[in-house]
């Protein structure tokens, strides 16, 4: 439905987005997922023809937005990080004068304005100043001219930033609502909520897309790298000089153990393999016995945090090249 | 372009700024009219015209300042440029919603004429072709304080800014005959106008290369000009210059009572220019 082509955009010597490519489907949720400053809103930006890009385009439904913008925007629905609301209007004027830019025929205005209002539970304000509405109002607002017309893919730039946790379970059952007939693209770095409402998730940082995936299949790919063992042993080096030779091993890590006579230590292991036979026979071999071993699974927090934490360690690296190929067979 | 011009004119209806720049410019042109006209005498509404253009000075920073800088600075640029509607209607509907404002205290100043009719002997042709001699002159200056909006996010800057430009084209007359008018004088003149263009280009594109080619260009070509046909150098800059007066149409109309045709595309011109102008700054800070 909207595919994003070799993204680049050049801040004079800063690299915001580097060569960024993935495509949406209809009828998914997508996630972008970033620290701050990934360039997730210069992506959504671009994505909505806000700003154009250094190189590389954006195409709907195979028309291109640099080619036919008038014609790609209709297809898109655009909530940025503040809402472009004009206060001095109230909020049924301003979202007829949004009706009206998006070209919405007049016959069919005061039911598309109806179904937004609705939508987004702005009945009570209909009449009133934006300037005297809360913040939660005003998103609102803000969310019911990027859905107004529906437009097949809807982009939301931070959608639950400042809403109580009632707003923002309203916002996240819209948004999964909307989620079943049309593209919708949301940011955030509540990593629960992307969990919870996303099919699919992309992470983002330093403009670079990291993972792009089902939070299942990340996870899926993330499990047990990191294992975690404990044994009797005195002499910490030599259990660790054992390990780092077992294939399939690639760091191994001393934890803390107050006990005496008992090591612990972590294990990064490379992904898809299994080394937990090798270790036994390996601790067996040197009579050091093992008094715990388990794998760590790595939530969706624990993913973000190893691929955008800027001291890459091995594991994650490793993870990295695995992703980075996916990403390569998607494009 | 419909929907931005109805939301621009509802929004200057709904804030003071439409009605403080409605009454100040029917004030001026009541006050000058009564002791023009009314108290004065004179018949001619023309001249009274002709004698307030320094209204727009302040009457159209005001009008002017937040068009484009508003919708930066609340970021509603952003719904604008995203939906399927082009950064030309945007620009134009905010440009045509100004020109309405400023005809309402026009419409008003066109009844001055009959005014004078009624009371004796009037000059009809003259007067109503210097109101919309008068009225082109100040879409001019609308589309200058839009292009000096667009530029920044601050609507003070943008007045100020608007303020500064429409000073220099009013005293645009009385500079000018301070510039050079010897032939060598002329060409040094020249050489300075080259030089400040290459840096702008090169601010522009940072194309070292280019920037030396078109210096050194503009250089052999003053100095081979000037070695040819000196004589041609005479009084040069002047001459140019002086025909880019804005004010000089109007007061061909007021004072002289001239129907000056050329003048009236001049300004029209000269309005599409700093039109598109806008369009560009727009679009220039999206490829930023």
């Not at chain 1, 790919?221 to 044994?231: A, D, I, P, S």
């Amino acid at each position: 439905m909207i595919e994003v082509r070799n993204l680049v955009k050049r801040y004079g010597d800063r690299l915001a987005v580097d060569n960024l490519s993935f495509t949406a489907e209809k009828g998914r949720i997508y996630g972008f997922l970033g620290p701050n400053g990934a360039g997730k809103t210069t992506t959504m930006n671009i994505m909505t023809g806000y700003l154009g890009p250094t190189s590389g385009d954006v195409i709907v439904d195979g028309r291109s937005m640099l080619e036919e913008p008038e014609e790609v925007k209709r297809y898109i629905g655009y909530l940025p990080e503040n809402p472009p609301l004009y206060i001095d209007m109230t909020v049924s004027e301003y979202l007829t004068f949004a009706a009206e830019l998006k070209k919405i025929p007049k016959s069919r205005q005061k039911s598309e304005i109806q179904k937004a209002v609705e939508y987004t539970f702005l009945q009570d304000v209909n009449g009133r100043l934006i300037r005297n509405l809360s913040k939660g109002y005003r998103q609102r607002v803000g969310l019911a001219q990027a859905i107004l017309g529906f437009p097949e893919i809807i982009i939301l730039d931070e959608p639950t930033v400042g809403l109580d946790p009632k707003q923002i379970m309203e916002i996240r059952d819209l948004i999964r609502n909307l989620g079943r007939e049309h593209t919708v693209i949301f940011s955030s770095h509540i990593l629960s909520e992307v969990q919870e409402v996303c099919d699919h998730v992309l992470i983002i940082h330093h403009g670079k897309l990291l993972a792009n995936g089902t939070p299942e299949e990340l996870e899926r790919q993330m499990k047990n790298t990191t294992l975690e063992l404990t044994v009797r042993s005195s002499s910490p080096e030599q259990v660790k000089n054992m390990l780092v030779a077992i294939p399939g091993i690639v760091s191994v890590a001393e934890d803390k153990n107050d006990q005496p006579g008992q090591v612990s230590l972590k294990i990064e292991t490379e992904p898809d393999t299994d080394p937990r036979d090798d270790i036994f026979y390996a601790c067996a071999e040197n009579r050091n016995p093992i008094l715990t071993l388990r794998g760590l699974d790595m939530s969706l927090e624990q993913i973000f945090l190893s691929l955008t934490t800027d001291n890459v360690q091995p594991a994650s690296s490793s993870v990295l090249k695995q992703f980075g190929k996916q990403e390569v067979e998607e494009s | 372009m419909m929907a931005v011009y109805k939301r621009e004119l509802r929004s200057y209806f709904n804030s003071m700024i439409g009605y403080v720049f409605i009454a100040l410019v029917v004030a001026i042109i009541g006050i000058y009219f009564m002791a023009n006209n009314l108290v004065g005498g004179y018949p001619r509404f023309s001249h009274t015209l002709g004698s307030i253009v320094f209204i727009f000075l302040i009457a159209i920073p005001i009008l002017t300042m937040k068009s484009m800088a508003e919708e930066l600075r609340f970021k509603t640029d952003q719904m604008l440029l995203t939906y399927p509607v082009s950064v030309t209607k945007v620009v134009l509907g905010k440009f045509l919603a100004m020109v309405t404002v400023f005809a309402v205290p026009m419409l008003l100043a066109a009844l001055c004429p009959l005014i004078i009719a009624f009371n004796g002997t009037s000059y009809l042709a003259t007067d109503y072709a210097t109101i919309l001699a008068f009225f082109l002159l100040g879409c001019l200056f609308i589309s200058v304080g839009l292009f000096v909006s667009a530029l920044t996010e601050s609507q003070i800057i943008a007045a100020f800014g608007t303020f500064g430009l429409l000073l220099l084209l009013f005293l645009w007359p009385q500079l000018v005959s301070y510039l050079p008018t010897s032939a060598w004088g002329t060409a040094v003149a020249l050489l300075v106008i080259v030089t400040c263009i290459v840096f702008l280009l090169y601010s522009m594109t940072r194309n070292k290369l280019l920037s030396l080619i078109v210096e050194a260009a503009g250089l052999v070509a003053i100095v081979v000009a000037y070695l040819l046909a000196a004589s041609s150098f005479d009084r040069l800059l002047p001459r140019v210059l002086s025909s880019l007066s804005c004010t000089k149409v109007l007061d061909n109309f007021a004072a002289y009572n001239v129907f000056d045709l050329g003048g009236l595309f001049f300004y029209l011109s000269c309005t599409a220019l700093f039109v598109y102008l806008t369009v560009q700054a727009v679009q220039r800070r999206r490829w930023n």
